[in-house]
């Protein structure tokens, strides 16, 4: 929230400077017209727009006049087909756009009144547009020399015209020319001819491949965000992706794409929603301190008043409102599940967690989350141990004992901070420290984990020597700037020089971890954003369709948005509901098989006897006033 509300002004004052000193196309907002159509339509993109118009990104109304960029010297003819839907029960925005390839937003964008309605049992809803876009004008191209393939495709269930010429990247008007029969319809398992263009000579490193083993339970969706490539590219590459993705497939990737690069981790991606076995009911308990003995007991204080002032109470309702979330998402699904929540009496040196489990029957129970300190978990699962209970620690951080039936199930600093000296090796990056005297202990991870990382210098004085700082860059390759430092004004300082040098070198900025300072009005928004300020996380941010779904659906049950604890509690007790409903359980689950949900992921690797999740995100500032993940 504060990376857009600070800079605000500033980008206000910056976009003005420009409107004046250019000349604009002028476009008058129609009735229904948002800013995304907008820039589709002129096949630009909507920071364009807001560059130019900052209030635009407070929403845009009708007859409201926007400033566009100046338009070049051609001129664009634009088809449009449409493919309704008629909605059946249970059906949601995020399945229709998966299931027709299509976004959220497009969805949004083509419907207007689901915005305001949503979606109901019976209507008929746009959901795909396939708008070609023939330009004419002054285009410079290369010359490239391309051949012909042809080659047969049989109709998938629900397939369209559109689905199937994006598929191979052709036109509609291409395919329908190569197959007249299809021009009024098409019918499920008809068989069609593909007519398209391949380019047969292009840049050696596009010629190259490598190869890729597909493993089980792997999925395109998952594989292409896996391989940081397009569904497009790998079906346009191995076009036996047609008959769907199987196990044990041999793939072409292009060159660019390495082992390195899409395999950190060993497991693949995986939907575990597919691959559930329902002929067996399971049981979860949730071991959550609530505290209710308490509450009751002390006639001084209103439940009002133990929610303003117990902080481990707020924090187990809002990873209970979030468990509850994943429950009714369980449900749904039709899991065979049933879920437990006790009361345990916790503080940091005692719970009662011992006499719970000697008082109830947990030889059936498959999976156990909680209690909330490491150390009271640990308890639980030496309790437990000899049914080989998993364990599951939701919140804490700390690894303590190597039980092999007890998950911590946070990432711990060394791991997503690792994924920054990945990323830097992977790009070659010549990495320079500037890391404050008194951070003794960041200068020896550094070196320990980057080795051929640079140290700025201080002078006598104490201070940064900005001309030593400078010829530690390198030109023709990435600089990356670690700063680690407690001092406002030096961040402020060194940022500011950074942004200097940039005309010069290529650098980004990055740091270990969000500390404190970076924090502080003192130091502009601005400067972390032009930085491209790159930093590890154990979350994501949530702007995916899964994501606005999942906020969308927690405030209308609960009347609050939610936060990272209710995301927590969702993400941990779903992915827990889901492994414990695999055919291999829990445990073994964790061996095969790394997840994604609402805002975390889990791939579980045992070090040093200890099952820890080693699962992370790279993130970092961008321009448009947005935190993205780094490729």
């Known amino acids: 929230m504060r990376l857009v509300k600070i800079v605000f002004l500033v980008f206000a004052m910056w976009s003005s400077f420009l409107v004046s000193a250019q000349n604009n196309e002028k476009h008058t907002v129609k009735k229904g017209e948002t800013v995304f159509s907008i820039a589709k339509q002129y096949q630009i993109t909507p920071f364009d727009i807001y560059r130019l118009n900052p209030d635009a990104k407070n929403g845009i109304q009708e007859n409201t006049v926007l400033l566009l960029p100046q338009k070049t010297n051609s001129t664009k003819q634009v088809k449009e087909e449409v493919t309704t839907h008629v909605v059946a029960p249970k059906e949601t925005l995020f399945s229709l756009a998966k299931q027709y390839e299509v976004s959220v937003a497009d969805l949004k964008e083509w419907n207007p009144s689901l915005t305001k309605n949503g979606l109901k049992i019976g209507e008929e809803i746009i959901v795909r547009k396939d708008e070609v876009v023939q330009e004419t004008g002054y285009v410079e191209v290369a010359a490239v020399k391309s051949k012909t393939e042809t080659f047969s495709y049989k109709v998938l269930p629900q397939e369209t015209k559109y689905g199937i010429a994006k598929k191979f990247n052709i036109t509609i008007e291409e395919l329908e020319k190569a197959n007249p029969q299809i021009k009024e319809s098409l019918s499920e398992g008809e068989i069609l001819t593909i007519k398209r263009d391949v380019v047969k000579e292009v840049t050696k490193v596009n010629d190259q491949v490598n190869f890729y083993t597909v493993k089980p339970q792997e999925t395109l969706f998952g594989l292409s965000k896996e391989l940081n490539i397009s569904q497009d590219e790998l079906m346009r590459l191995n076009p036996e992706l047609q008959d769907g993705l199987k196990e044990g497939m041999v793939l072409k990737l292009p060159k660019r ?233 030096f961040v402020l300082n060194v940022t500011n020089h950074l942004i200097k040098l940039k005309s010069e070198f290529d650098l980004q900025l990055a740091v270990l971890e969000l500390y404190d300072t970076l924090d502080f009005e003192e130091i502009p928004i601005t400067n972390l954003t032009e930085l491209n300020m790159l930093f590890p996380s154990t979350k994501k941010e949530v702007n995916t369709p899964e994501g606005f779904i999942f906020e969308s659906k927690f405030k209308k049950a609960n009347g609050v948005s939610s936060n990272s604890i209710v995301n927590r509690g969702f993400d941990i007790t779903f992915d827990t509901l889901l492994r414990i409903c695999q055919e291999e359980g829990f445990a073994t689950s964790t061996t095969k098989f790394r997840t994604e949900h609402v805002e975390s992921s889990f791939d579980y690797t045992n070090e040093n006897g200890a099952n820890v999740n080693t699962a992370g995100y790279l993130l970092y500032y961008d321009t448009d006033l947005t935190i993205k993940q780094a490729q």
């Open 257 to 489: 794409v390495t082992s390195s690069e899409f395999k950190l981790s060993s497991k693949p991606l995986a939907d575990l929603t597919k691959s559930v076995n329902k002929s067996q009911t399971k049981n979860l308990v949730l071991l959550l301190p609530f505290g209710l003995n308490k509450i009751q007991s002390d006639s001084t204080k209103t439940q009002t008043d133990y929610l303003k002032s117990d902080k481990l109470l707020n924090i187990t309702l809002d990873l209970y409102a979030g468990a509850m979330m994943a429950v009714d998402s369980a449900k749904v699904l039709g899991l065979p599940v049933n879920i437990k929540i006790v009361d345990v009496e916790s503080s940091r040196s005692t719970s009662n967690v011992a006499s719970i489990i000697s008082k109830n029957d947990f030889s059936n129970v498959d999976a156990v989350i909680g209690p909330l300190q490491y150390s009271h978990v640990e308890t639980v699962a030496q309790l437990l141990s000899k049914y080989n209970t998993p364990v599951i620690s939701p919140l804490s951080k700390e690894v303590g004992k190597p039980l092999p039936n007890l998950f911590y199930s946070v990432p711990s600093q060394k791991h997503i901070t690792q994924m920054l000296f990945t990323h830097f090796e992977k790009n070659n990056g010549n990495v320079i420290a500037i890391i404050s005297t008194k951070k003794g202990s960041s200068k020896d991870h550094i070196s320990a984990n980057y080795p051929n990382a640079k140290f700025a210098s201080y002078n006598e004085k104490g201070e940064l020597d900005y001309a030593n700082l400078r010829t530690l860059f390198v030109q023709g390759q990435k600089n990356y700037v670690i700063l680690d430092s407690e001092n406002r004004s």
